[in-house]
């Protein structure tokens, strides 16, 4: 056998390694991240917990998550103006360092309208079967905590005035990064303004 049908048959088999070997999984270090969201604090403050309300808290939110949302927004699948270029210098390793340090930050709770409560209960634990609507429960956990490893976000204690934004932004189709499913974009559709009102009012006091 000649060296070069030998050379070849090394480099397929090289080759083949590396395709069963599959992607390459990068994994977050919470202890680099923090040195790298100092950028990220004027607005979601230093631990994550943003103290103005149309920006959201970060801190306790999944990982996976937060890492496909960096992600989206970096390569513009996910339209934030606030956070335009922001991301641009910052590597695969670098967004999964961040989204690591915030998802082991401990989020804080805020509260609901005691007006909106009764609603907003019913719409996130039992949907409205006139409108089609599942309950939120289904993906965001009884308590909001989410699925961290299907990637559903924790929505327990977020800002009203953010949820209300993501989901208006949603139902109107200005916010599309919720997969080929469309999920978010189908339920929102099926949300009147008071139905969003009363739903975003009663997560920030969801914990």
């Given at each position: 056998?000649?060296?070069?049908?030998?050379?070849?048959?090394?480099?397929?088999?090289?080759?083949?390694?590396?395709?069963?070997?599959?992607?390459?999984?990068?994994?977050?270090?919470?202890?680099?991240?923090?040195?790298?969201?100092?950028?990220?604090?004027?607005?979601?403050?230093?631990?994550?917990?943003?103290?103005?309300?149309?920006?959201?808290?970060?801190?306790?939110?999944?990982?996976?998550?937060?890492?496909?949302?960096?992600?989206?927004?970096?390569?513009?699948?996910?339209?934030?103006?606030?956070?335009?270029?922001?991301?641009?210098?910052?590597?695969?390793?670098?967004?999964?360092?961040?989204?690591?340090?915030?998802?082991?930050?401990?989020?804080?709770?805020?509260?609901?309208?005691?007006?909106?409560?009764a609603r907003g209960e019913a719409l996130f634990r039992g949907g409205d079967l006139s409108k089609g609507l599942p309950a939120c429960t289904g993906c965001h956990s009884p308590n909001g905590a989410g699925n961290a490893a299907a990637g559903f976000?924790?929505?327990?204690?977020?800002?009203?005035?953010?949820?209300?934004?993501?989901?208006?932004?949603?139902?109107?189709?200005?916010?599309?990064?919720?997969?080929?499913?469309?999920?978010?974009r189908t339920i929102a559709s099926k949300l009147s303004n008071k139905d969003i009102e009363a739903l975003s009012s009663y997560i920030?006091?969801?914990?």
């Open positions: 056998m000649n060296k070069l049908l030998v050379s070849l048959l090394l480099s397929v088999g090289i080759t083949g390694a590396a395709n069963a070997a599959g992607p390459v999984v990068i994994v977050g270090d919470a202890a680099a991240g923090q040195a790298k969201t100092a950028v990220c604090g004027a607005c979601h403050n230093p631990d994550g917990n943003s103290l103005a309300p149309n920006f959201p808290k970060l801190a306790g939110q999944g990982e996976k998550y937060l890492t496909k949302q960096l992600h989206d927004i970096q390569s513009g699948k996910r339209t934030v103006l606030e956070m335009t270029g922001m991301l641009a210098a910052f590597s695969e390793q670098d967004l999964a360092d961040i989204a690591a340090y915030f998802a082991s930050q401990k989020g804080s709770v805020g509260a609901a309208n005691p007006e909106l409560v976000p924790h929505l327990g204690g977020q800002h009203a005035d953010y949820t209300k934004k993501q989901l208006t932004a949603f139902r109107e189709g200005e916010r599309t990064n919720d997969g080929d499913a469309t999920t978010m920030q006091g969801l914990h």
